[in-house]
């Protein structure tokens, strides 16, 4: 929960020397389908950022809202565990030492996403 709302969360950070410039976080829903002729056909679904546009400067938690819009929306708890898909995070950015442009991928399966947790801070004002 973020806000009163139910959200799909991660964290996405920059530990290397070299920063990152700026930086366009997209995230997606792939899901396996059995076509009519035995084929297999995977869908995206983009889910909607709150946050999709980036200065990374410290880790930033990327939210994904589960609303009426969302593919998630009618999952509970249960059907994540036996569902079979993937989410896939794609993050494109510029390096502030080179100025080349740069991405980085990371996914998620079902059993790799924990409902109702949060992250611990790490800021503080």
Known sequence: MRDGKLCFMCRLGDFR?????????????????????NGVIVEYHDL???????????????????????????????????EDFEILMTFAHTCDSTGISHQSRSSYLPQEILWGHRFKEILRA
């Open 48 to 82: 909607e950022l709150v946050n999709d546009e980036i200065i990374l400067a410290t880790p930033v938690t990327i939210v994904h809202e589960i609303n009426k819009k969302s593919p998630l929306y009618r999952l509970s708890k249960r059907d994540f565990a036996r």
């Open 17 to 37: 020397q070299n920063h990152m410039v700026e930086g366009k976080v997209r995230v997606q829903l792939l899901k396996k389908k059995i076509h009519s002729n």
